[in-house]
């Protein structure tokens, strides 16, 4: 894709080792080892790929999943009536809230953690 993408006339085709040269002194963003990230409150918004919090998240999802695999069949052949209601609530809420969470997550590309919010959120 040979369009801009608005940040310093870096094109989206270009790798992140190529940005890496644009950044320079910019306050827009700032590189920190082999990570990069917004500056400001941006920089607390996204998700560390590899943190405590998304592997508990991701962990909890695994626990919902094997939930929704046992009981949406038996639910739908009327086998099985869940009382508590507040339950399908709560796994709804959590997939809705993982598509969130997915979207604000960093990630790697070319050997580096990208955690822009630009980048993260389609």
């Given at each position: 894709?040979?369009?801009?993408?608005?940040?310093?006339?870096?094109?989206?085709?270009?790798?992140?080792?190529?940005l890496l040269d644009v950044i320079g002194s910019k306050n827009h963003q700032m590189l920190m080892?082999?990570?990069?990230?917004?500056?400001?409150?941006?920089?607390?918004?996204?998700?560390?790929?590899?943190?405590?919090?998304?592997?508990?998240?991701?962990?909890?999802g695994a626990a919902l999943l094997m939930y929704d695999v046992w009981v949406i069949p038996l639910?739908?052949?009327?086998?099985?009536?869940?009382?508590?209601?507040?339950?399908?609530?709560?796994?709804?809420?959590?997939?809705?809230?993982?598509?969130?969470?997915?979207?604000?997550?960093?990630?790697?590309?070319?050997?580096?953690?990208?955690?822009?919010?630009?980048?993260?959120?389609?």
């Amino acid at each position: 894709n040979a369009r801009g993408n608005g940040h310093n006339g870096v094109r989206k085709s270009q790798s992140l080792r190529d940005l890496l040269d644009v950044i320079g002194s910019k306050n827009h963003q700032m590189l920190m080892g082999q990570e990069i990230r917004d500056r400001g409150l941006l920089q607390h918004v996204t998700i560390h790929p590899d943190g405590m919090f998304r592997f508990l998240w991701c962990l909890f999802g695994a626990a919902l999943l094997m939930y929704d695999v046992w009981v949406i069949p038996l639910d739908l052949a009327d086998l099985w009536t869940p009382d508590a209601k507040w339950w399908d609530i709560s796994t709804m809420s959590y997939w809705a809230l993982d598509m969130v969470f997915q979207s604000l997550t960093g990630f790697t590309n070319d050997g580096i953690l990208d955690m822009r919010i630009e980048s993260t959120v389609p």
